[in-house]
């Protein structure tokens, strides 16, 4: 009916825009609350509960999507059925957020909570050794070419100043070789 431009648009609009704004408002206007230890009125623990819920079900809605994108254009009107969804995620007569967070969201992640922890540290821990080595590895590689940039530079300049010839190599090789392990404090038996 709308058209997938015109519903890609108005799914944007309701599904993220509109509770972007929401989201805002709660957190200008609730921690100023929270600082002063005020006790929080039922109404604000019920809208952060909408927020915090409705953002949830449009995270795992995003992450189900991405599977089932290359379906989606073989089912009839789907951009206005996500309209349809969102709008009803969002609008606090119905709460749709809270209720599909409480009877599917809520129950499928404290079933697995322990396993999703565990899986998270593990990954945490094998993604900072990864690192950790990824960074060892790249330093390596950085000094092997800083000293093989430095080292023929030094040739040049070495060569240069010994007066090369027209295809630019030095009468005495061996003197960059020993200008550039005395740099790097190695001994050089080649000293003229």
Request: proline share 2%.
């Amino acid at each position: 009916v709308f058209g997938s431009v015109l519903s890609r648009f108005a799914c944007i609009l309701v599904g993220h825009v509109y509770p972007l704004y929401r989201t805002f408002k709660v957190i200008r206007y609730l921690p100023p609350k929270m600082a002063r230890n005020a006790s929080i009125d039922g109404a604000a623990v019920l809208e952060l509960k909408r927020v915090v819920a409705f953002w949830t079900v449009v995270g795992a809605f995003t992450f189900a999507e991405f599977f089932i994108d290359f379906f989606v254009f073989l089912i009839p009107m789907y951009y206005e059925a996500k309209v349809l969804f969102f709008m009803w995620l969002v609008h606090s007569n119905f709460s749709g957020a809270i209720f599909f967070f409480d009877n599917f969201i809520d129950e499928i992640l404290s079933k697995h909570e322990r396993d999703i922890d565990v899986g998270l540290e593990r990954s945490t821990k094998e993604l900072k050794r990864q690192l950790s080595n990824g960074v060892s590895v790249f330093a390596d590689a950085a000094a092997k070419a800083s000293f093989a940039a430095l080292r023929k530079s030094q040739d040049i300049v070495l060569d240069g100043i010994a007066g090369a010839d027209s295809f630019g190599r030095s009468a005495s090789s061996g003197r960059s070789e020993c200008f550039f392990f005395a740099a790097t404090s190695h001994r050089c038996s080649k000293m003229d």
